[in-house]
T-cell receptor, first 116, second 112 residues
């Protein structure tokens, strides 16, 4: 089954304790991105990656890191989480078509993160 | 002015009703318009995708784009309880390498 998977689905942690949320897709998509979703603010893009070793900032990158060492994986790293990073996080992937990002995004199931 | 405005609802309708969901936007350069549906505790899934102005129909769903008014709509006919979800509009400047800009979503409940 074609899908985007994220782990963990739920995480409660404390301020300052480094964490990684994994994201993997099995559709051979080049483009991957991370969003956070907050009540009243909607979906906001954190980082995106056009391909392996190519990453760029989205709208709200502060406090986050990403890496893209393999095409299928795009982990989100919080080096020193803070309570304002409590949110629902989604990973998404898109195919490229003739070198251009195709607009249909496939979303993962979400990771609910609470930072105390 | 926010780039994409969407009434958050909640919107509650009886089963069988026609539902109209709307978004307005400020950037006239948007070319591609999408509607995503998000069930509780799930990721968004693409429902409808349109380019530029016009209508697109898929079963009980119709997407309309009016670029002159910077206004897009999603109509759901014969609404069902299974349509209860949050509906997000999204748009982008061009097909490629530009991020989607999402509305905040409208929560819809269809009551049996």
């Amino acid at each position: 089954e074609a899908q985007v998977t994220q782990n963990p689905r739920y995480l409660i942690t404390v301020t300052g304790k480094k964490l990684t949320v994994t994201c993997s897709q099995n559709m051979n998509h080049e483009y991957m991105s991370w969003y956070r979703q907050d009540p009243g603010l909607g979906l906001r893009q954190i980082y995106y990656s056009m391909n392996v070793e190519v990453t760029d900032k989205g709208d709200v990158p502060e406090g986050y890191k990403v890496s893209r060492k393999e095409k299928r994986n795009f982990p989100l790293i919080l080096e020193s989480p803070s309570p304002n990073q409590t949110s629902l996080y989604f990973c998404a992937s898109n195919p490229l078509f003739r070198g251009v990002v195709y607009n249909e995004q496939f979303f993962g199931p979400g990771t609910r993160l609470t930072v105390l | 002015q926010k780039e994409v405005e969407q009434d958050p609802g909640p919107l509650s309708v009886p089963e069988g009703a026609i539902v109209s969901l709307n978004c307005t936007y400020s950037n006239s350069a948007f070319q591609y318009f999408m509607w995503y549906r998000q069930y509780s505790r799930k990721g968004p899934e693409l429902l409808m995708y349109t380019y530029s102005s016009g209508n697109k129909e898929d079963g009980r769903f119709t997407a309309q784009v009016d670029k002159s008014s910077k206004y897009i709509s999603l109509f759901i006919r014969d609404s069902q309880p299974s349509d209860s979800a949050t509906y997000l509009c999204a748009m982008t400047l061009a097909s490629g390498n530009t991020p989607l800009v999402f509305g905040k979503g409208t929560r819809l409940s269809v009551i049996a």
